[in-house]
C-alpha cells in the first residue's frame, strides 16, 4: 500500500514539476527583491545588481534552469558578502540557493541541464527538509524561561511594536497582564505547532496557512523589517501545498491573461514585460544608493502586505477547492542532496554547543547560551566545543559609535567578535575589562593582537552575538 502510494504521489510530483518550480521560482526571486528593499546597505552594490539582474532573468523565464541558476549564485555572493551580518532568514535562503546550485551542478554532470521536471524531483525535498529544520530549531529555541517572561519576552517585544508602529496601541490594553501573556502563548504554541503540522501529511496543508498567516501579521511592523524574512518563508511553504498547487496558478494567471487580451492583444504583453522590469530597476537603483532606506522600506513594506494577503488568500481557497491531505515528498531524492538540510540542522545545533550564536534559528526567542549556562527550559547546560563565549569582554569607554552601544546596552563581547570589529578600525580609543584585566588604549593598535585579524572562515561562518549582562535575557533586535 506505501510503495503503491508513493508511487502514485512520485508520478504526480514528476506531473506537476514544471508548474511548481515556475510558481517556486517566481516567489524565490521576489523573495530576493525583498531582501534589497530591506537590508540595502547590507552588501556592495556589484552584488547587489547582480541579484536584481538575476531576479528580472527569472520573472523574465519562471522556471528556466539557468535563470534560477544564476539567481542562486547571486544570492550566494551576496551572503557571502554581508556575512557575519545575515540574518536567520538569509542564511536560510543562502542554504536553499546552495542546494539550487547542487542539484543544477548534477543536472550538467548528467547532461540534463534543461529538464525542469528533474530538477524539481531533486530540489523540492531537499528545499522543504531545510524550512522544516529552520523552523523546528527556531520553535525549540522560544522555550528558555525569558521568552515566558513578560518583562523580557520577545513576544511581547514584537506585540508593542508592531501594534504601536500601526496606530492600533489600543490593543495593548496598557500592558495587561492577562492579554501580554496569551500573546507570549500564542506565539510559542503558533511556532511548535507549525513544524508539526507541517510534518504530518493530513495536517500539512493547515500548517501551512497557519504559517503563512502568522508572519504576515509579523511582517506588519513598521519599525524593523521583517518582510524579506517572511518572503523567503512564504516561497519555501508553498512547496509544501500540494502538487496541484503549480498548475491551480497558471491556470488563473492565464485566465487573467486571457481577459487581458480580449481588451486588447498587446496588453499582456506589456503586463508581464511592466511585471519584470519593475522589480528589476526597483533592484538596480536599490544597489546603486539611488533609492534611500526609508524609501526602500516603504516600498517592501506595501508591496509585501499585498503579496501576501494576495498569497494567503490563494491558498486557502485552493485548499478548499482541493480538500485532501498534501501528498509531497519529504525525503531527498539521493543521500547527497541530504547534505544541505544537515547543515541546516548543524546550524540548528550551534549554540547548544557554542560553536556559534549568531544566525543559528534563534532571532528573537530570548535564547541565551553562554559558557556552559542556558536559559533553555529543557537543555540544563551546553556542550562548549569552543572557550570563546568564555572570554568576554566588557566595553567602558570608546569612541566608536558601534561599541559606545554596546557599552550602553550592557553587552559584553567575545575577545574574536571584538578583534573582528577593531581589525578596520585601528585608531579608535578603547578602554575595556577582560576577565580581572582593565586595559585603557588610545589606539587600538597600541595592543596588536587586537585589531590581528581573524581567520576568514571564522569571521563570516562562526560569528557570536554580544552577551547580554542583564537578567533575564531581554529581547534584544
Same mark, same amino acid.
Given at each position: 500500500?506505501?510503495?503503491?502510494?508513493?508511487?502514485?504521489?512520485?508520478?504526480?510530483?514528476?506531473?506537476?514539476?514544471?508548474?511548481?518550480?515556475?510558481?517556486?521560482?517566481?516567489?524565490?526571486?521576489?523573495?530576493?527583491?525583498?531582501?534589497?528593499?530591506?537590508?540595502?546597505?547590507?552588501?556592495?552594490?556589484?552584488?547587489?545588481?547582480?541579484?536584481?539582474?538575476?531576479?528580472?532573468?527569472?520573472?523574465?523565464?519562471?522556471?528556466?534552469?539557468?535563470?534560477?541558476?544564476?539567481?542562486?549564485?547571486?544570492?550566494?555572493?551576496?551572503?557571502?558578502?554581508?556575512?557575519?551580518?545575515?540574518?536567520?532568514?538569509?542564511?536560510?535562503?543562502?542554504?536553499?540557493?546552495?542546494?539550487?546550485?547542487?542539484?543544477?551542478?548534477?543536472?550538467?554532470?548528467?547532461?540534463?541541464?534543461?529538464?525542469?521536471?528533474?530538477?524539481?524531483?531533486?530540489?523540492?525535498?531537499?528545499?522543504?527538509?531545510?524550512?522544516?529544520?529552520?523552523?523546528?530549531?527556531?520553535?525549540?529555541?522560544?522555550?528558555?524561561?525569558?521568552?515566558?517572561?513578560?518583562?523580557?519576552?520577545?513576544?511581547?517585544?514584537?506585540?508593542?511594536?508592531?501594534?504601536?508602529?500601526?496606530?492600533?496601541?489600543?490593543?495593548?490594553?496598557?500592558?495587561?497582564?492577562?492579554?501580554?501573556?496569551?500573546?507570549?502563548?500564542?506565539?510559542?504554541?503558533?511556532?511548535?505547532?507549525?513544524?508539526?503540522?507541517?510534518?504530518?501529511?493530513?495536517?500539512?496543508?493547515?500548517?501551512?496557512?497557519?504559517?503563512?498567516?502568522?508572519?504576515?501579521?509579523?511582517?506588519?511592523?513598521?519599525?524593523?523589517?521583517?518582510?524579506?524574512?517572511?518572503?523567503?518563508?512564504?516561497?519555501?511553504?508553498?512547496?509544501?501545498?500540494?502538487?496541484?498547487?503549480?498548475?491551480?496558478?497558471?491556470?488563473?494567471?492565464?485566465?487573467?491573461?486571457?481577459?487581458?487580451?480580449?481588451?486588447?492583444?498587446?496588453?499582456?504583453?506589456?503586463?508581464?514585460?511592466?511585471?519584470?522590469?519593475?522589480?528589476?530597476?526597483?533592484?538596480?537603483?536599490?544597489?546603486?544608493?539611488?533609492?534611500?532606506?526609508?524609501?526602500?522600506?516603504?516600498?517592501?513594506?506595501?508591496?509585501?502586505?499585498?503579496?501576501?494577503?494576495?498569497?494567503?488568500?490563494?491558498?486557502?481557497?485552493?485548499?478548499?477547492?482541493?480538500?485532501?491531505?498534501?501528498?509531497?515528498?519529504?525525503?531527498?531524492?539521493?543521500?547527497?542532496?541530504?547534505?544541505?538540510?544537515?547543515?541546516?540542522?548543524?546550524?540548528?545545533?550551534?549554540?547548544?554547543?557554542?560553536?556559534?550564536?549568531?544566525?543559528?534559528?534563534?532571532?528573537?526567542?530570548?535564547?541565551?547560551?553562554?559558557?556552559?549556562?542556558?536559559?533553555?527550559?529543557?537543555?540544563?547546560?551546553?556542550?562548549?566545543?569552543?572557550?570563546?563565549?568564555?572570554?568576554?569582554?566588557?566595553?567602558? @569607554?570608546?569612541?566608536?559609535?558601534?561599541?559606545?552601544?554596546?557599552?550602553?546596552?550592557?553587552?559584553?563581547?567575545?575577545? @574574536?567578535?571584538?578583534?573582528?570589529?577593531?581589525?578596520?578600525?585601528?585608531?579608535?580609543?578603547?578602554?575595556?575589562?577582560?576577565?580581572?584585566?582593565?586595559?585603557?588604549?588610545?589606539?587600538?593598535?597600541?595592543?596588536?593582537?587586537?585589531?590581528?585579524?581573524?581567520?576568514?572562515?571564522?569571521?563570516?561562518?562562526?560569528?557570536?552575538?554580544?552577551?547580554?549582562?542583564?537578567?533575564?535575557?531581554?529581547?534584544?533586535?
Amino acid at each position: 500500500m506505501d510503495t503503491t502510494r508513493r508511487q502514485q504521489e512520485r508520478a504526480v510530483g514528476r506531473a506537476t514539476g514544471p508548474d511548481r518550480l515556475r510558481l517556486f521560482a517566481v516567489m524565490w526571486a521576489l523573495a530576493s527583491l525583498w531582501h534589497l528593499l530591506g537590508d540595502p546597505g547590507g552588501a556592495p552594490a556589484w552584488a547587489q545588481a547582480a541579484l536584481a539582474l538575476a531576479l528580472g532573468l527569472v520573472l523574465w523565464r519562471p522556471g528556466a534552469v539557468v535563470p534560477l541558476g544564476l539567481l542562486a549564485a547571486a544570492g550566494v555572493a551576496v551572503a557571502w558578502e554581508e556575512a557575519p551580518a545575515l540574518g536567520d532568514h538569509w542564511l536560510l535562503a543562502s542554504l536553499v540557493n546552495v542546494a539550487i546550485l547542487l542539484c543544477i551542478g548534477v543536472a550538467v554532470l548528467r547532461r540534463r541541464l534543461g529538464d525542469r521536471t528533474d530538477l524539481a524531483e531533486r530540489l523540492f525535498p531537499a528545499a522543504r527538509l531545510c524550512l522544516l529544520g529552520a523552523y523546528g530549531f527556531a520553535a525549540f529555541a522560544k522555550l528558555n524561561s525569558a521568552f515566558f517572561d513578560r518583562g523580557a519576552s520577545c513576544a511581547v517585544f514584537l506585540y508593542r511594536q508592531t501594534t504601536g508602529s500601526i496606530g492600533l496601541e489600543g490593543l495593548q490594553l496598557g500592558g495587561t497582564a492577562w492579554l501580554e501573556r496569551a500573546v507570549i502563548l500564542a506565539v510559542a504554541g503558533i511556532q511548535l505547532a507549525v513544524p508539526l503540522l507541517l510534518l504530518v501529511r493530513r495536517t500539512r496543508s493547515l500548517g501551512v496557512v497557519l504559517a503563512m498567516g502568522f508572519h504576515l501579521v509579523v511582517a506588519l511592523d513598521r519599525t524593523a523589517s521583517h518582510v524579506e524574512s517572511s518572503a523567503v518563508l512564504f516561497a519555501l511553504l508553498v512547496l509544501l501545498l500540494p502538487p496541484s498547487s503549480g498548475q491551480w496558478t497558471a491556470e488563473r494567471v492565464g485566465s487573467v491573461g486571457a481577459r487581458l487580451a480580449l481588451r486588447d492583444e498587446a496588453l499582456p504583453g506589456r503586463v508581464r514585460l511592466a511585471a519584470v522590469m519593475v522589480p528589476t530597476l526597483v533592484g538596480l537603483l536599490v544597489a546603486v544608493d539611488a533609492v534611500d532606506d526609508e524609501l526602500a522600506f516603504d516600498l517592501g513594506w506595501w508591496s509585501w502586505q499585498v503579496f501576501a494577503l494576495v498569497a494567503l488568500t490563494s491558498a486557502a481557497r485552493h485548499l478548499r477547492q482541493s480538500p485532501g491531505p498534501s501528498a509531497v515528498r519529504l525525503l531527498p531524492y539521493h543521500a547527497l542532496y541530504a547534505l544541505v538540510p544537515l547543515l541546516v540542522v548543524a546550524n540548528g545545533v550551534a549554540p547548544y554547543v557554542e560553536l556559534k550564536t549568531g544566525d543559528t534559528w534563534t532571532t528573537y526567542s530570548n535564547l541565551r547560551t553562554v559558557d556552559g549556562d542556558t536559559n533553555h527550559l529543557v537543555l540544563p547546560r551546553t556542550l562548549p566545543v569552543s572557550e570563546e563565549q568564555a572570554d568576554l569582554v566588557e566595553i567602558l @569607554d570608546t569612541n566608536d559609535p558601534m561599541l559606545a552601544l554596546y557599552r550602553a546596552s550592557d553587552l559584553a563581547l567575545t575577545w @574574536d567578535r571584538l578583534r573582528a570589529h577593531l581589525h578596520d578600525r585601528p585608531g579608535v580609543a578603547i578602554t575595556y575589562r577582560r576577565g580581572s584585566k582593565l586595559v585603557a588604549l588610545a589606539r587600538a593598535s597600541d595592543e596588536p593582537e587586537l585589531v590581528a585579524p581573524l581567520p576568514l572562515a571564522q569571521e563570516k561562518l562562526l560569528p557570536f552575538t554580544p552577551v547580554d549582562l542583564a537578567e533575564p535575557e531581554p529581547c534584544r533586535p
